[in-house]
């Protein structure tokens, strides 16, 4: 695939994606769900209202589930109640041999290939992931057919991998 040109625009549905994807994979999330769910049957033990296992279970299934759709609303509704300038926006995202751009009405960013993590893909998105918390989201929508799709994914990796091969350009030989 030759270096791709992208353009697209970021909805919420498409930061929905995303805040789905980060919380479902957040270990932050995960240790306060395991550690309430446990504080609860704990606590309901050693009150005597759940000695049998089955009740016991089943107290700890529903707080851990309740647990997790708390997250999953809350956390997407905090987000979009604070402004989201760049929802809407027109973005065109150029590939180039060392790093990549995005731009918009607001900025242009220039990233390093090296600097992205991992690939992910989402229901309907490839991540381009610079940390745990932050990507570059790109829609499915803006390929013309799945083999475009899956053709620009190889492409991101082949770059991020010949990136991370490179060395360093601030290391220096011994001697």
Avoid at 110 to 122: K, P
Avoid at 125 to 152: K, M, T, W, Y
């Amino acid at each position: 695939m030759s270096q791709p040109t992208l353009r697209y625009q970021l909805g919420r549905i498409d930061l929905l994606d995303w805040l789905v994807s980060y919380i479902v994979r957040s270990p932050f999330l995960w240790a306060v769900t395991v550690a309430l769910t446990g504080y609860r049957c704990w606590t309901l033990f050693r009150d005597g209202l759940a000695q049998s296992a089955p009740l016991l279970a089943f107290h700890g299934s529903l707080t851990f589930f309740g647990i997790w759709a708390s997250f999953l609303v809350l956390i997407p509704l905090l987000t979009f109640l604070r402004p989201q300038p760049a929802l809407g926006l027109e973005v065109v995202f150029q590939a180039h041999p060392d790093h990549f751009t995005t731009e918009s009405k607001l900025a242009r960013n220039e990233v390093r290939w090296s600097t992205i993590r991992r690939i992910r893909n989402g229901w309907g998105h490839v991540f381009l992931c610079i940390s745990a918390n932050q990507a570059v989201i790109i829609p499915f929508r803006c390929f013309a057919q799945p083999g475009d799709r899956e053709a620009f994914t190889r492409f991101c990796q082949e770059r991020i991998q010949s990136a991370s091969a490179q060395p360093s350009a601030t290391s220096t030989p011994s001697s």
